[in-house]
């Protein structure tokens, strides 16, 4: 059995190429005691993977060069030499940029295709859902009545902060490049307003569409638009650090807050998260979220790009803001 995978040949500067992936096919290797041979049907694409091509510490190793990539993926057990799987198990995992994937089963986890389609255990089921979840809730602390931003609104983490600020009712404002992706948001899924940076003065819109100021602020972008929201933050705001992808592709420093004195000014807090800490929690988030859904409170949205080979293309569509909702690689048509 033949398995297609990309390999990281090098480290990038700035975004990635195709000459920063090696393309090869391997056979597929004998299973031992304890694994699961599967077959890839979704790969996760995920902002995350520029950073895990990078040298140096973080908060979860950098791939080794030669390494099949790291990716999120869900797919089926094809064989089983672990009695708590059977061929047939649909399972997610962190099996890598890849067709096929021998792998100890620890770490794998079982998902149910009778409760939602399996590429939404990579969006709202999974790790960017269970990321705006605990976000929000646990480190933006939203209370009724208060105004929620969000930025990269659009995206995977984006529009489930967006939709769980408003279950609790909140105000909710999202920021995102495009007209489309701004209609998208107030008319889909019901956000109050809706902010292009790409064609609007952030500040001035904010001053316009949350007079009071902001009270939660999710940010999933960093640069630029933190620094414009920093000015328009509420006494006790509570700032949640979740992602900059605006300063991912950087050849020069990180651009960090100039605004942060505005913290001092309101008392507010900015405080970083990490999903992966709150992994012992993800069934009852899943439980809530799978509810939620059910009842026609929160909408998932994938954006899915079919074939395998286009895998180093459709990961540019991130930083190119060409995804709304969650972008998976359907690895077969
Ligand atoms: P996503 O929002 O689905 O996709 C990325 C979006 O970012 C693009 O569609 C684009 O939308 C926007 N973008 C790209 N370049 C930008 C720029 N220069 N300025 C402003 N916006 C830009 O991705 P996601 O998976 O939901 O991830 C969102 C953020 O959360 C990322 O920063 C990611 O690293 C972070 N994250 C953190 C954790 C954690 O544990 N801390 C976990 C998951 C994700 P526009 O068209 O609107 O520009």
Redesign the pocket.
Known sequence: MKNKQFLLKSRPVGKPTRDNWDYVVNDVAELSDNQLLIRIDYISL???MRGWMNEGKSYIEPVQLGAVMRAGTVGQVLKSTDKNFAEGDYVYGHCGVQQYAVVSTQGMHKIDPALAPIERYLGVLG??GM?AYFGLLETGLPKAGETVVVS?A?????TVVGQIAKIKGCKVIGI???AD?CAYLVNELGFDGAID?KSENIKKSLKELCPKGVDVYFD??G?D?LDDVLTQIRMKARIVI?????QYNNTTAVKGPANYLSLLVNRAKMEG???FDNAANYGKAVAEMAGWIAQGKLKAKEHIVTGFDNFPEALLM??D?E?TG??VLKVEA
């Open positions: 995920d902002p995350a790790m960017p990321t990269g659009a995206g995977a983490v984006g995102a490049g495009g992706k940076y999933n972008v640069g638009i979740c992602g900059a992808i605006s998260i990490v999903v991130l930083f803001g995804n969650k972008l």
